[in-house]
Every structure is written in structure tokens, then in C-alpha cells.
């Protein structure tokens, strides 16, 4: 498999939860921390969602804290950078060969969209089992939960994993609007899933070419993973 230097991005095209009158949508430093290393390292990066078109962003990821957080409001304040969020690319319309790595951002409308499409499930066991790198940050793991591979069993069956914790929901408020507990899922699944010792530390998980990341934070050393796992294919 001849390197692309190429990854391509996944997010969301929900801007709501369907019983809580609260918005959410991509949390804008799960995308922008990434590109940032993976930029560094010499990655060309292609967004694309399961609709395609415009992409929402949870107003809680523009908050003024956060966008001072590791130069997310960098991004934030450019417009070419912002305006790839004006038109994706759709899942359907993505060609595996461009690509060296998928990668799956969070925010809390992924946990919608992401588990109910078809294609992106399609796409994601067609990279793992074709040996390129799969990742995902955060609530990003909700588009492994429906990933079955050519065996018939789940991709994350048997594989370490990591995505936003239950305490994690509690802790941000969140616990009464989601519609399931990404934990529980994956533990349903037969992953072996384990988080940091404090909520909302960095903290990721590698399995090989599965590599995962609990939260927000986590996004810069997931990047730092998929970077180094590719430079070592």
C-alpha cells in the first residue's frame, strides 16, 4: 500500500440533541489540535461527514477558555481553515486509496450520525482491514460501535480501547441528554476499555493500528500516535 501522505477527518452534521433543547455539534479543538500535529508532520488532511456540506460546531467549544486552549482560537480566527467547514466532502463519496488514516472527531452530535450510517461503517472496516490506521477522539468512538469486520465480528471486539467516560458525562452535565453511555457500549461490544485515572486527562489507547482517545484533551496525543504509527508502517 504506496503512502498518501494524506488522513482523512470525519465529523458530525448534528447541531442538536434529540431530548434536551441544547446545542452541540463538532467540538472545534478535537479538529483543530489534530490538524495542527498532523499538519507538522507532513500530513495533508480532507474533511468529510456522513451527509456531507456544513458542518455545526457545539457552541460550548467557542467559549472564550477554550479557544485559548493550545491555539484553538488560532483556527478559529482563519477563515480559509473555517470555511472547510462551509462544504464537506460525504462519506459516500470518499475513495479509501486517497488515504493513509481515518480519523473520528467527537462532540456530542457524532453520538447521532456517526452509529447511523452506513457508509461510514463500511469505510471504517474497509481501512482497518485493508492495514491502514483507524483513530478516533472522544465521543469519536461512537463511530466504531456498528463497524463489523469481514468475520462478522465487531472491530473493537478483543481490542483496547479508550472514548469519553460515563463519569466524564456527569461531570459535564451532559448525562441526562445523551442518548447512551459510549462506556457501556463499547463494554457491550467485548472491548477492553479503559480511561485515565482522572476524568478529562489526556489519555489515549493503542491496539496496533486502533488508536483511541478519551476526551477533548486527548486529541494533540492521538495525532502525535497516528503520526508515529504511520512513520513506522
Not at 41 to 57: F, Q, T, W
Not at 152 to 167: A, I, N, Y
Request: net charge negative; hydrophobic share 40%.
Amino acid at each position: 500500500m504506496p503512502a498518501t501522505k494524506k488522513i482523512l477527518v470525519v465529523v458530525t452534521n448534528v447541531d442538536e440533541y434529540e431530548n434536551a433543547g441544547m446545542r452541540t455539534g463538532l467540538w472545534l479543538g478535537e479538529l483543530t489540535h489534530f490538524w495542527d500535529v498532523a499538519e507538522r508532520g507532513g500530513y495533508s488532511m480532507d474533511l468529510a461527514s456522513p451527509s456531507g456540506g456544513k458542518v455545526p460546531i457545539d457552541p460550548e467549544s467557542l467559549s472564550h477558555d477554550v479557544l485559548a486552549e493550545l491555539g484553538t482560537g488560532k483556527r478559529y480566527a482563519d477563515r480559509a481553515f473555517m470555511d472547510l467547514l462551509e462544504d464537506t466532502k460525504k462519506i459516500s463519496q470518499v475513495n479509501l486509496e486517497d488515504y493513509d488514516a481515518i480519523y473520528l472527531t467527537g462532540g456530542h452530535g457524532v453520538m447521532y450520525d456517526f452509529p447511523q450510517s452506513q457508509d461510514l461503517e463500511d469505510l471504517m472496516a474497509r481501512f482497518y482491514e485493508t492495514g491502514r490506521v483507524v483513530s478516533t477522539v472522544c465521543h469519536g468512538a461512537t463511530g466504531l460501535l456498528n463497524v463489523t469486520l469481514s468475520d462478522g465480528e465487531p472491530l473493537v471486539k478483543g481490542k483496547r480501547v479508550t472514548g469519553f467516560s460515563w463519569p466524564e458525562e456527569e461531570l459535564a452535565q451532559r448525562a441526562d441528554a445523551v442518548p447512551y453511555s459510549l462506556q457501556e457500549e463499547l463494554k457491550k461490544l467485548g472491548a477492553d476499555y479503559s480511561t485515565a485515572a482522572k476524568p478529562f486527562d489526556t489519555y489515549v489507547v493503542e491496539d496496533q493500528r486502533l488508536i483511541t482517545g478519551q476526551n477533548p484533551g486527548s486529541a494533540r496525543a492521538v495525532a502525535e500516535a497516528v503520526v508515529n504509527r504511520l512513520a513506522a508502517a
